[in-house]
């Protein structure tokens, strides 16, 4: 049975204070289960010493749970012990906590709860994520909404970046929190409510399933023009063509899909010609590089990622990015040259278009035997839409409004490292926060 001194000075909640009269009912084998809550600031050897107590007296640990927040913690552990001995580890317990300055509180968890609790943890798990510049009280608690009106149990919530200065904040901050949630959602209804909200409150969000291909994703396959770089190379060669303008008009009625790809990239490079290959040069050295692709690619690289570039763009300048950061497969468009060192209005091959991009990322993942739920697809138009309907995680990423209304996720607020808190990875894991 439990006793505890009347006159111990420790802070629990009224409800959890133990007297002769509060007995947990004894259990069919005369063992019972009790949480213990402890809260309280931080500090070394504090785990340790509450298990040092609870091994002395055989206790089994069926739960353990940790979270420090301000450098203030929040311990659950919830244990099985024979009845004989949970009055005396409660009182050790209680003096360790006075000792140690922090509060305990105990809960004692009947039969039939432990087995309910049990009985739920072969429900579906989701990881929502959700990522901005900043993210509001109001941003997490309209998402926080979306998950009760499903009957949804938060499990946990994490902070995956790193800690800001509030004294020198960072020019392009970014600040992500990661939901992992226990249930059966309307996944359809689910996902339209968070588009909805992300559009209205300007934070992005990525919504997965919680299993072992998302826990091992292996291959990511971005588009070029307007997500590697910040800008479409053929309105570039089209600008030094005279011809920018035409050009233009027709790249961006091709990305919002109102016209067939492989027409207008046909029609724009014919408006090329006459174009010396000369300034190919200058505008590959001075191409504006997309905010947070060289943290990406590097730390891509350091985990063993196999990494691709598919394009409707150009090659010349896909051959440069994969020159820059190590990329391991590359297929863009080839421009005929003739023997003037002229662009002549037509191209070699194939063209890489929505069609031969799916296709391509299908081919890829069989060279390197990765499974197509392991893989990942980013791109910003229209004719990205089949690979990233066909990668086991598609991003949208600052894209057009059809791309984003059909893609799963999208980033639209901070730069393309962003996929990276979309993969799990914290600051922390990438030595850029250690205090995480």
């Not at 904040?169 to 996902?191: D, V, W, Y």
């Not at 190379?233 to 067939?260: F, H, N, P, Y």
């Not at 990406?296 to 598919?310: E, H, S």
């Not at 600052?398 to 799990?424: E, W």
Request: a negative charge.
């Amino acid at each position: 049975m439990w006793e505890c001194e009347k006159n111990t000075k420790f802070a629990f909640s009224t409800s959890m204070i133990m007297t002769t009269n509060n007995i947990i009912p004894p259990a069919a084998d005369n063992e019972e289960q009790i949480l213990v809550s402890i809260t309280g600031q931080d500090r070394p050897g504090l785990t340790a010493s509450v298990m040092g107590i609870l091994a002395h007296y055989e206790a089994q640990i069926l739960d353990i749970g940790q979270a420090d927040i301000h450098n203030t913690l929040s311990l659950g552990i919830l244990f099985r012990i024979g009845e004989a001995n949970s009055g005396q580890v409660l009182k050790e317990l209680l003096f360790k906590a006075n000792e140690l300055g922090v509060n305990i509180g105990f809960s004692p968890i009947t039969d039939d709860e432990y087995e309910e609790w049990v009985g739920r943890q072969g429900k579906n798990r989701h990881i929502l994520t959700l990522i901005g510049r900043t993210l509001t009280a109001a941003q997490i608690e309209a998402a926080a909404k979306i998950i009760a009106s499903e009957g949804i149990n938060i499990d946990s919530i994490r902070r995956l970046t790193g800690r800001q200065s509030i004294r020198h904040p960072q020019h392009k901050s970014r600040a992500c929190i990661e939901f992992s949630l226990r249930g059966t959602p309307n996944r359809h209804k689910m996902q339209a409510q968070l588009m909805r909200l992300s559009s209205e409150m300007g934070f992005d969000f990525s919504l997965q399933n919680d299993d072992m291909f998302r826990r091992m994703r292996r291959l990511i396959c971005f588009d070029m023009d307007s997500t590697l770089i910040q800008t479409e190379c053929i309105d570039e060669l089209a600008m030094r063509a005279g011809v920018g303008d035409q050009v233009k008009a027709i790249t961006e009625s091709a990305m919002r899909g109102e016209i067939d790809f492989k027409e207008s990239f046909t029609k724009r490079v014919a408006l090329l010609k006459g174009l010396d290959v000369s300034v190919m040069r200058e505008i590959a050295e001075n191409l504006p590089i997309t905010e947070g692709v060289d943290r990406l690619m590097a730390v891509l690289k350091r985990y063993g990622y196999k990494i691709a570039i598919l394009s409707g763009g150009f090659t010349y300048f896909g051959e440069y990015l994969q020159r820059r950061y190590g990329i391991d497969y590359m297929y863009a468009n080839e421009l005929e040259v003739d023997d003037d060192g002229k662009l002549t209005g037509r191209y070699l091959g194939e063209v890489v278009d929505g069609h031969r991009k799916a296709e391509l990322l299908k081919l890829i993942a069989q060279v390197e035997k990765v499974n197509l739920a392991q893989t990942i697809a980013v791109g910003d138009g229209a004719n990205d839409l089949p690979m990233i309907s066909e990668a086991g995680l598609g991003i949208a990423f600052h894209a057009k409004p059809r791309v984003v209304a059909n893609a799963r996720q999208s980033i639209n607020t901070i730069g393309l490292d962003g996929v990276l808190y979309f993969l799990g990875f914290k600051d922390s894991y990438l030595g850029e926060d250690g205090k995480a």
